[in-house]
Nanobody, 122 residues
Framework: VQLVESGGDLVQPGGSLRLSCAAS????????MYWVRQAPGKGLEYVSS????????TYADSVKGRFTISRDNGKNTLYLQMNSLKLEDTALYYC????????????????WGQGTQVTVSS
């Protein structure tokens, strides 16, 4: 199983980034997928989730209205469109997956990527 994130970068406040997560080694189209982040010196923070068929999406209050999660099951790829970025969005962003819905219980996700760094700074 592999989850490989990409798209992280240094961006100014108010800017945008799109993160991608390429999945392999499991049946991506049947898994719930998540974005989780970890800011420097802090614990894991749930960001967003999407159901296998993209019918259901959820967001943390801190990103609601600014971030959009999506997926392309034909390409085995998960995305996170991040707009209106703030300094406090600076973190290492991970994608993760679980066969059954695990909500915000990040410790119970089945698979994890290595993360991609997003730095918001002027």
């Amino acid at each position: 199983v592999q989850l490989v994130e990409s798209g992280g970068d240094l961006v100014q406040p108010g800017g945008s980034l799109r993160l991608s997560c390429a999945a392999s080694g499991f049946t991506f189209s049947t898994y719930w997928m998540y974005w989780v982040r970890q800011a420097p010196g802090k614990g894991l923070e749930y960001v967003s989730s999407i159901s296998a068929g993209s019918v259901t999406t959820t967001y943390a209050d801190s990103v609601k209205g600014r971030f959009t999660i999506s997926r392309d099951n034909g390409k085995n790829t998960l995305y996170l469109q991040m707009n209106s970025l703030k300094l406090e969005d600076t973190a290492l962003y991970y994608c993760a997956g679980s066969r059954r819905y695990k909500g915000t219980s990040t410790e119970s996700y089945d698979y994890w990527g290595q993360g991609t760094q997003v730095t918001v700074s002027s």
